[in-house]
């Protein structure tokens, strides 16, 4: 039997199909864990930790923590967003018209290489997930997202951002 062709058919989004995947429930999943799992810390261990700090690392413990929970709020809200779509409760374009509310962009460690070293093991680790989720996430908004008619920019990072963000992941 031969291949029928439909006229009208609409290419198959790999893109869709991954956000709509077992590979995305389990990214919510860690995601969703990751933010329950920072917010233990916080409010917990990592209260007493910070009392131990130095002045300069209880600076950048503050920091880090308050940079942790904002990007921790972008993922969530990107990734609630996207599980709406798949449960047919938003359509991409109302999740793309809702997600312009979603401040979602790259936002790196606060503290330097150095002073981040020095900071608990488990709000360092906290922020390396994290950090690693963001780009898992921002990956799979772009393809989601991007405006195929839009012209491709290459990302303006300076050679210096880009050594620091080197020392950054080699904490990671």
């Keep these: 039997m031969g291949r029928t062709n439909i006229e009208g058919d609409e290419p198959v989004s790999f893109a869709e199909r991954l956000a709509a995947s077992d590979a995305?429930?389990?990214?919510?999943?860690?995601?969703m864990g990751l933010v329950e799992a920072a917010a233990a810390y916080l409010d917990g261990?990592?209260?007493q930790e910070a009392k131990t700090l130095p002045r300069n690392e209880s600076l950048a413990y503050a920091a880090e923590s308050m940079r942790l929970t904002t990007?921790?709020?972008q993922l969530a809200s990107w990734l609630l967003l996207q599980r709406a779509v798949n449960e047919g409760e938003l359509t991409l374009d109302q999740a793309a018209s809702e997600k312009r509310k979603v401040k979602l962009s790259y936002q790196d460690a606060a503290a330097a290489p150095e002073v981040f070293a020095r900071l608990p093991k488990s709000l360092r680790e906290l922020?390396?997930?994290s950090l690693r989720l963001q780009a898992r996430i921002i990956h799979l908004d772009q393809l989601l997202?991007?405006?195929p008619d839009a012209p491709f920019a290459a990302p303006t990072t300076s050679p210096v951002e880009e050594q620091l963000n080197r020392l950054r992941a080699a904490f990671c």
């Design 145 to 147: 997202y991007l405006d």
């Design 127 to 129: 922020v390396c997930e």
């Design 71 to 73: 990007r921790l709020m």
């Design 24 to 31: 995305f429930k389990a990214m919510f999943r860690e995601g």
């Design 45 to 47: 261990p990592g209260r």
